[in-house]
């Protein structure tokens, strides 16, 4: 998993993700009207990650840039892009881009749950004519849990109930799918039933890799009881669904024999539509806000010149608490200016693997730092790529201030 | 000034006005498709209010509402309402009705801040054929400034530099007002160009009553600059004027003569388009996110039937860190059921003045209290109105739970 010390935070990651995104496409500041924070990585109650981001149109004079900070666990991102491209369609737009930043800092203290930790974020550039389209419908689930949250406003780290938290999880899969399903029958009530051979990609939020696998399997589950006269389904005897098949579907949440029946099933499946999503997080670890669309960016940076055109994406958001949304993007056109941009296999392969005792120093380091005021960080700049931003200083008002690492420069 | 004690959280203020909401104006639970809560007082680092508002939705089944939190200082409630609205203009829209719930409880460490303190929360549902209709175009300025922030997030009390919010809010103003402008003259090109006295109200995020007077003085200013022969400006003598009339706009922020120059000629105006919004909070203080939109309910609660009719608001939106926006709103068809429903002059009304003691008490109490877990609060019940939500307990995990003051009955 990824990890990082006191000189970077939540800020350093939006500069660096957001700075990177207006270099690489080449975007005038000027042209951006809208730009929408996801985090979870809180060190503020009330000024936004957002307002950080402005310092790097300050010098274009653009100041008329809408959007603040999403937040409910890892939702806030999805949230964000809704946010967005609603902007997009609406009577408000002002016929500019939005960007939507989403990322985090996944730390647990010492136990068992600090091995689902990680760091990472993104930045998407929304507008019209996009290679990757939104549909319009989105299934969603939203309730009140407590399976994971961080009401200990002066830890960094969160109360989690792992148990209830995959339960929960899945629990919301059920409900979105489901919702998701009617809906698109009511939109489109000519269209086929919708089941998950109707997409190409399956794209999770993933906390880690076998609760993903599990829930493609639940996907599965649900479209055989539509329809258990589908294809996939032809080798299902009576035999193997007897103890589940009159089951109500939310008593099989935790049901091993549901679980394992279709996780085998889909075993072929799972390595052609979801295993290409899954190269971020198997690097990264847990980026909360930034799993789902360091996902979709693991498929896009792996697959290059116009092989995702034409594709569809299903897409599966969860943040704890808990909020969730089904939903479907399509490849309208060739994905490989984003591939090239991404740059992703060699950026990954850049990273450096590092002895368990760094990562405990550095957990250490920040547990102790991450409440203070007047304070200098200690950690290394020799470790981040180059270009990125990372914390300065935080003065005696809490003010913070960051440095950029200094692109290499070849020696004469 | 609103103030409560330990028995109140920004969780019951949103359980107790989306309520309230639903109740007033017989909203079938299952018609809500999105909540949006605006907030600066986190609880939580990660879990939103909007999850514990789905707490009233569960006997309906709807769990598919969208929506989530959006931060940053008193801005978030203008978000979120751009975001609802958003929504029921783009393509996912499924039909149904947007809430949106702004509150926050506003509380400053012992000092001469603290009198600008404040309680107050408000909910406003969204949807197609509204007597309030929002206009398209808004003139947005952000910017990364450190005028209030709350960075120690074990406290419930903000970081402020008292003079450098005001100018930030002056200054933000005279932005968004210039963006207005010029998007306005770029989107209706044949309209008349804007000046104040295109609108019936202006309605101000309204921190004290002092600031919102400056500004606007510094509206009509801004007229001025831009046009000197209207009518309002007839009287400016030569004399009058010369200390700034070459002056540039943001070297005047703070100039006094300016500000008296406007405050005085728009004296009569304020009282006709200013006044009749401050209701809630002459009585309230600073609601933070539900200030604006508490103005707002002062002006429809305030006028009864058809009056609004035809009316045109300006509306200045202002969170600290710093996001802010000038937008309008068209009243389309009789506000008078909101009138009704507001009940704003008889709410207020029955809102019993306390000893100065009581309400250092509840500080103090707050103080002492508001980081701890397994805990019950102490607070009366007795003072809150009848169907309002209250704390009921915090467990050892920090899990909350909620009580309903009985509705009164006449004993027999």
């Given at each position: 998993?990824?990890?990082?010390?006191?000189?970077?935070?939540?800020?350093?990651?939006?500069?660096?993700?957001?700075?990177?995104?207006?270099?690489?496409?080449?975007?005038?500041?000027?042209?951006?009207?809208?730009?929408?924070?996801?985090?979870?990585?809180?060190?503020?109650?009330?000024?936004?990650?957002?307002?950080?981001?402005?310092?790097?149109?300050?010098?274009?004079?653009?100041?008329?840039?809408?959007?603040?900070?999403?937040?409910?666990?890892?939702?806030?991102?999805?949230?964000?892009?809704?946010?967005?491209?609603?902007?997009?369609?609406?009577?408000?737009?002002?016929?500019?881009?939005?960007?939507?930043?989403?990322?985090?800092?996944?730390?647990?203290?010492?136990?068992?749950?600090?091995?689902?930790?990680?760091?990472?974020?993104?930045?998407?550039?929304?507008?019209?004519?996009?290679?990757?389209?939104?549909?319009?419908?989105?299934?969603?689930?939203?309730?009140?849990?407590?399976?994971?949250?961080?009401?200990?406003?002066?830890?960094?780290?969160?109360?989690?109930?792992?148990?209830?938290?995959?339960?929960?999880?899945?629990?919301?899969?059920?409900?979105?799918?489901?919702?998701?399903?009617?809906?698109?029958?009511?939109?489109?009530?000519?269209?086929?039933?919708?089941?998950?051979?109707?997409?190409?990609?399956?794209?999770?939020?993933?906390?880690?890799?076998k609760l993903v696998q599990k829930c493609h399997g639940r996907l599965l589950y649900h479209d055989w009881l539509a329809d258990p006269t589908l294809p996939l389904y032809a080798g299902?005897?009576?035999?193997?669904?007897?103890?589940?098949?009159?089951?109500?579907?939310?008593?099989?949440?935790?049901?091993?024999?549901?679980?394992?029946?279709?996780?085998?099933?889909?075993?072929?499946?799972?390595?052609?539509?979801?295993?290409?999503?899954?190269?971020?997080?198997?690097?990264?670890?847990?980026?909360?806000?930034?799993?789902?669309?360091?996902?979709?960016?693991?498929?896009?940076?792996?697959?290059?010149?116009?092989?995702?055109?034409?594709?569809?994406?299903?897409?599966?958001?969860?943040?704890?608490?808990?909020?969730?949304?089904?939903?479907?993007?399509?490849?309208?056109?060739?994905?490989?200016?984003?591939?090239?941009?991404?740059?992703?296999?060699?950026?990954?392969?850049?990273?450096?693997?590092?002895?368990?005792?760094?990562?405990?120093?550095?957990?250490?380091?920040?547990?102790?730092?991450?409440?203070?005021?007047?304070?200098?960080?200690?950690?290394?700049?020799?470790?981040?790529?180059?270009?990125?931003?990372?914390?300065?200083?935080?003065?005696?008002?809490?003010?913070?201030?960051?440095?950029?690492?200094?692109?290499?420069?070849?020696?004469?």
């Amino acid at each position: 998993m990824a990890y990082i010390d006191d000189r970077e935070d939540i800020i350093s990651f939006a500069l660096s993700a957001v700075a990177s995104l207006l270099k690489k496409y080449n975007v005038d500041p000027k042209d951006v009207g809208r730009i929408e924070v996801g985090t979870e990585t809180l060190i503020d109650k009330s000024k936004a990650v957002k307002t950080h981001l402005m310092d790097l149109f300050a010098a274009s004079g653009n100041t008329d840039i809408e959007g603040i900070d999403s937040k409910n666990a890892c939702y806030g991102s999805t949230a964000a892009l809704f946010n967005a491209i609603n902007w997009v369609e609406s009577s408000s737009w002002d016929g500019r881009l939005a960007i939507v930043f989403a990322g985090d800092i996944a730390v647990y203290e010492e136990g068992a749950a600090r091995a689902v930790g990680g760091a990472g974020a993104c930045a998407m550039l929304i507008g019209p004519n996009a290679p990757l389209v939104m549909e319009p419908v989105h299934g969603t689930h939203m309730a009140n849990t407590y399976d994971f949250y961080k009401p200990d406003l002066s830890s960094e780290y969160p109360y989690v109930d792992g148990r209830l938290s995959n339960g929960t999880y899945t629990g919301a899969l059920d409900k979105c799918y489901a919702t998701y399903r009617s809906k698109m029958a009511r939109r489109f009530p000519a269209a086929e039933p919708v089941t998950m051979d109707g997409f190409d990609y399956a794209v999770f939020h993933s906390p880690y890799g076998k609760l993903v696998q599990k829930c493609h399997g639940r996907l599965l589950y649900h479209d055989w009881l539509a329809d258990p006269t589908l294809p996939l389904y032809a080798g299902l005897t009576e035999e193997a669904t007897a103890s589940f098949k009159d089951t109500p579907v939310e008593k099989t949440v935790s049901d091993k024999a549901v679980e394992k029946t279709f996780v085998g099933l889909g075993k072929k499946l799972y390595q052609e539509r979801v295993v290409p999503t899954l190269t971020c997080s198997e690097r990264c670890g847990n980026m909360y806000t930034g799993s789902l669309y360091g996902c979709l960016a693991s498929l896009v940076g792996g697959v290059p010149g116009d092989k995702l055109l034409g594709k569809r994406l299903a897409m599966f958001a969860y943040g704890a608490g808990c909020a969730s949304s089904f939903f479907a993007i399509s490849v309208r056109a060739s994905t490989h200016e984003m591939f090239e941009a991404l740059d992703l296999e060699a950026r990954l392969a850049a990273m450096e693997v590092r002895p368990c005792q760094e990562y405990v120093d550095a957990m250490n380091l920040r547990e102790k730092t991450h409440t203070l005021k007047d304070y200098t960080p200690v950690g290394s700049i020799d470790d981040l790529f180059p270009g990125s931003y990372y914390l300065e200083r935080i003065d005696d008002l809490y003010r913070r201030s960051y440095g950029i690492v200094p692109e290499k420069t070849v020696a004469a």
